[in-house]
């Protein structure tokens, strides 16, 4: 029995070993296996107009600008993650999840002019599941916009039913 | 100090792998895999078929998402079971480092294939998810990315534990891999919190309520049950095909190994 109590702490000893070597490894490697940066540190820390980066935060509300060059549609927006935005530039389609007050991520690089020029839009949808009847109710009764921001506390509503905002309605 | 701890963990480890000795027995376990069988095929057939169903069909269609949301539905129990999956490798490994216990091996063998198949949805489902909502098929953000390294670990668990003809020791570095790759699991769970992803957090918590509308919770841990019941019945069906094969192999192995004893002698 002794030479079981042994390996189970070698093997305990050797999980504890490679998780620490593994924490250490990722938290030196933080800031590469961040997805984007936020608008903040894009103003802050401008990077080289070549290189490549990905910018994320939310639209601002009211900053989307839509224009069309012949056949391709031209997007000028806002992002901001509540501390500075940055104009992004984008030409093509932009995903159906696009709206002011959503989160995306912007893939392209920082102009000499400040504005991003965007090669790829992507758009981030947050943890928040809601039937359509309960998101139009809370809008209804002024208690949540889009625009500005993610729903009210999930405790709130996350009970109600088509049959509950039908019933409010009247 | 050092005697003292070392007295009073022998007790422990051996009242542990008694417990594990007397559970875990392969002619126990067959025993008791005859009669929970069909229980387990046919609840995970139904509440599979419930969950689905109310899920699919029956639930309302998310107010950005549309009916692109019904994916969860099918990619959240997938991505559960993938890690909950490995998490049973890792457990069998250690089992299997520290007491040797035979019925642990062969569950790491019959669980690997299953957990890879789990993980491979999970994958596939979220790529189909991606591309209409987020406008990307794949992105190599830390969530997408450790749950890519999850599936590759279980492809080489499976291919390291039949690599070797002595098969204890295919047992034995497969165990250590599960038990390595085990830190990869903390990873995924985290990696929404940790770092900035493409990737949503979780909606469902221990500590908070969950931020999604009870219509779509309810079919969802359904549908979550109906999974969990489903992988479990087929890492059962397996081992149990596996003690068997393993005992015939033993029965069929041993009056040669016999002869050739007499031979040599």
Avoid at chain 1, 117 to 140: F, R
Avoid at chain 2, 150 to 176: K, N, P, T, V
Wanted: glycine share 8%; aromatic share 10%.
């Amino acid at each position: 029995m002794k030479r079981k109590t042994r390996r189970l702490w070698l093997v305990i000893a050797c999980v504890a070993g490679l998780g620490t070597a593994a924490g250490l490894t990722l938290s030196a490697f933080s800031s590469n296996i961040q997805l984007f940066m936020a608008p903040s540190q894009v103003v802050d820390h401008p990077p080289a107009a070549d290189r490549t980066i990905r910018l994320g935060g939310m639209v601002v509300a009211g900053s989307v600008k839509r224009e069309r060059q012949g056949e391709t549609p031209i997007n000028l927006f806002q992002v901001t993650d509540g501390q500075a935005a940055v104009t992004v530039r984008f030409e093509g389609i932009l995903p159906d999840l696009f709206r002011e007050g959503q989160s995306v991520v912007a893939v392209g690089s920082l102009e000499p002019d400040k504005t991003f020029v965007a090669s790829e839009v992507l758009a981030k949808h947050d943890e928040t599941y809601m039937p359509k009847e309960v998101a139009e109710a809370l809008q209804k009764s002024g208690k949540w916009n889009p625009k500005f921001g993610p729903p009210p506390d999930a405790a709130s509503w996350n009970a109600m039913t088509g049959k509950d905002t039908a019933a409010g309605k009247n | 100090m050092n005697g003292r701890t070392l007295s009073a963990t022998p007790t422990l480890t051996e009242r542990a792998g008694a417990l594990f000795h007397r559970y875990a027995n392969p002619g126990r376990f067959l025993r008791l895999g005859d009669r929970i069988q069909p229980w387990l095929t046919w609840s995970a057939v139904i509440i599979t078929l419930i969950g689905l169903g109310w899920g699919l069909f029956f639930s309302p269609a998310d107010w950005q998402q549309g009916d692109s949301v019904r994916i969860m539905y099918v990619h959240v129990p997938c991505a559960w079971l993938s890690s909950s999956g490995y998490f049973a490798l890792a457990v069998c490994s250690v089992l299997s480092l520290v007491w040797k216990h035979p019925l642990a091996d062969l569950a790491a063998v019959e669980i690997g294939p299953v957990g890879a198949c789990v993980t491979a949805t999970c994958l596939a489902t979220g790529s189909l998810w991606g591309k209409p909502m987020w406008g990307t098929w794949w992105v190599w953000d830390a969530r997408l990315t450790s749950v890519l390294v999850l599936f590759f670990l279980y492809l080489g668990h499976i291919a390291l534990i039949h690599a070797f003809d002595d098969q204890q020791r295919g047992y034995r570095a497969a165990a250590i891999l599960a038990l390595a790759g085990a830190v990869d699991l903390p990873i995924i769970k985290f990696s929404v919190q940790w770092w900035n992803t493409l990737h949503q957090p979780a909606s469902i918590t221990l500590t908070g309520a969950p931020t999604m509308s009870q219509t779509m919770l309810w079919p969802l841990l359904i549908s979550t049950l109906g999974f969990t019941l489903g992988f479990t019945a087929i890492v059962v069906a397996r081992l149990r095909a596996g003690v068997m094969e393993s005992r015939i192999r033993s029965l069929l192995s041993s009056p040669r190994r016999a002869v050739s004893g007499e031979a040599s002698a």
